[in-house]
C-alpha cells in the first residue's frame, strides 16, 4: 500500500469518528468549574437556558432544604446540581456512542437528554421536597401534584418568555419532536409495556433511563446528588458513579433497549444504593432536621391564605410566573414582612421557635414490622364488617376486600376504592366508609400514591395505640406527635438489583440479571423499612424535662409490650437518643 493510500484511508476514518462524534467546537462551549466534577463543558444552548430567571430561581433553593440547620455545610443549591446532572449525562452518552456507535446517538439526542438533565429539577418549591411531599399535600389535597409536573410546566414558561424556540431552532432541533422528548424525560418515560413515548421511537427507549431511570432507579441524577450531597454534609461517599459510567452498555431485552452495567459493577450498585440509604439515615431523614420540617411545614400552613391579601401561597403552582418569585426566602417574608401583617402571627411564633431552637423533643424511634400492621389494619377492618348492618350487595363487596387485604394486602392498597375506605374507618367515620356505592362512583383522582397511603393509615393505627398507653401513664395525649417515616434503598424494586441487567466480558450483546446470592451471601435481607418517631412539644414549659424523661421510659415500655408485634425487635428503640435532641447543632466532625 502506498503513502498515499494509506494517508486517503486516516483521513476516510478521521473522517468517519467526527461524524460519530458527540463533540462540539471547544470555541462555543461554555466552562464550569464544579466541586464535584471539576471543570465542565455545556453547550451554548444550555447557557442560554442557564441565564433565565426560571433557572436561576434554583440559586435560591437548597438542595437539602431545612438540613442546614443540622448540618451547617449542606447550603448548596438546586443550580448547580442541575449543572451536575447535565454534565454527567453528557459523560454517559459519550461513553456509549464511542463504545457503541451502532446506537446512532444523535447531536439532537444528545442536546435533548443534556437539556431534560439540566431542566429536570426546576418545578423544586421552597424547600425542595418539603413543599412537594409535605405542604401541598396538606393543603391541596384535592390535587395531585409532582414537581416534574412542575418542571415540565417551568421549562414551558422559560422557553415561551425568553424566546428560546428560536435558540432550539438554531441549534438543528426540531421544536415540535424534541421538545415533547424533553418533555418526556423530565417525566420520567415509562417503565414497560407497549412503547407509548412520542419523542423518541422504540430504538431509543436507552435515552429515557438517562436522567431519571422508571426502570431500575440508576440515573444520572442520583449520581450527582450522591456525590454532592455526602461533600457538603460532610459525610463519606462510598459510592463512585464513575465506575458505572465506564461500564455502560446498552443491550436489548425483550425486544427493547436498555442501559445495563458490567457484572463485575454489581457490587457497585449495592453500595450506590446503600448510600442513598446512609444519606436519609443520617441526614435527610435526622431526627432533629425532621422535626424541623414538620415546624416549617406547619408555619407555611399557618400562612397560605394570609402572606398575600390577593393570592394563596400555593396558589403559584398553577401560575409559574408566581412560582418563579417563590424560593427559600418565604421565611424571611413570613418572619419580616414589609408592611404589619397581623394574620401572620402564629406562622412567625413557629418559625422563631425554629431559629430559637425551641423545637418538640425526641422521645423515642422504633422500626416497625409491616406484616403485622398490615394484619392489624385487616383485622380492624373485620371488626367494622361483622359490626355494621350491610345489604347483600355491600356484604359480597366488604367480604372481597377484606380477602383481598389478608390473602394481598399490597395489592388492596393499590386499589384506590379500598383506600379511601380504609382511611374513613380509621377515622371514625364508619358510616361514610359504608357508603360504598358513593365512593365507587367518585373518580378519586386525588387519591395519594401508596407509599403515603401507608404512612398515614400506619400512624393512625399507632397513635391509637400510643394514646391508650398514654392515658395508662396518666400524660396527655395532646402534648404528644407520633410520624411514621419509610427509608430505603430505593423505591424501585425489592431488592437493588431486581429490574438491572448485566453482561459479561465474553458476550458484550447478551444480557442477563443476577441474583444477590451471586454479588455477596452478606447482604442484607430486606432493603425498605418504616420507623415511628415520637416527639413531645408540650403547650406547658415548666417540667418538660421531667415529663420527657418519663415520657421515654413510657416508650420503651411501649416497644417492649409483648402485645405490640408491629415493633420490629430487631433493633432496640433509640436508648442511645436520649439527649441528641439537645445538641444545637451537628457538624461531621461530631458525626
Known sequence: ??????????????????KNSLDFSKDIMKIFNDPIHGHIELHPLLVKMIDTPQFQRLRYIKQLGTKHLVYPGATHT??????????????????????????NITKQDFLCVQIAALCHDMGHGPFSHLFDGMFIPKVRSDKHWEHEQASVDMFRCMKRRNGLDKEMKFYGLDLQKDIKFIEELILKGQKDGK???????????????IVANKVNGIDVDKWDYLARDCYYLGIPCGFDSQRLLKSARVCEVNRRKHICFRDKVADNIYGMFHTRYTLHRQALQHKIG????????????KANDKLSPDSKISDAIDNMLEYTKLTD???????????????????QRILQGVVNRRLPKFVGEARLNEDKLKEKL????EDKVNNHSLDPEDTIFCEKMLKCLKDHPEEAFKNKV?????????????????????????????AKPVKAFKIEVYKILLKDLWDDMLLEKKMKATD???????????????????????????????AFKMKKHQVSSLKPEKFHEFLVRVYYDPEDQEHQKEVQQKAQKCFHEWCKDNENTFIDFGHDAGEDDVDEEEEYEETSTSK
Not at 195 to 209: P, V
Not at 484 to 509: A, C, R, T
Open 418 to 446: 379500598y383506600r379511601k375506605i380504609l382511611l374513613l374507618s380509621l377515622e371514625d367515620q364508619s358510616d361514610e366508609a359504608f357508603k360504598i356505592k358513593e365512593i365507587q362512583n367518585d373518580s378519586l383522582k386525588a
Open 480 to 510: 404528644f406527635e407520633i410520624y411514621v417515616l419509610e427509608m430505603g434503598f430505593g423505591e424501585v424494586g425489592k431488592e437493588p438489583i431486581d429490574n438491572v441487567h448485566f453482561y459479561s466480558k465474553s458476550d458484550l450483546k447478551t
Open 78 to 103: 438546586r443550580f448547580e446540581h442541575s449543572l451536575g446532572v447535565a454534565h454527567l449525562a453528557g459523560c454517559l452518552l459519550k461513553t456509549l456512542n464511542e463504545n457503541q456507535p451502532e446506537l
Open 329 to 347: 426566602h418565604i421565611s424571611d417574608q413570613i418572619l419580616n414582612p414589609s408592611d404589619s401583617n397581623p394574620g401572620l402571627a402564629e406562622a
Open 378 to 381: 385487616t383485622s380492624h377492618w
Open 195 to 209: 412503547w407509548s413515548m412520542k419523542g423518541r421511537t422504540e430504538d431509543k427507549s436507552f435515552l429515557y433511563e
Open 1 to 18: 500500500m502506498s503513502a498515499f493510500e494509506g494517508a486517503t484511508d486516516v483521513s476516510k476514518i478521521a473522517e468517519e469518528l467526527q
Open 290 to 301: 425532621y422535626i424541623i420540617d414538620v415546624k416549617i411545614n406547619d408555619a407555611l400552613v
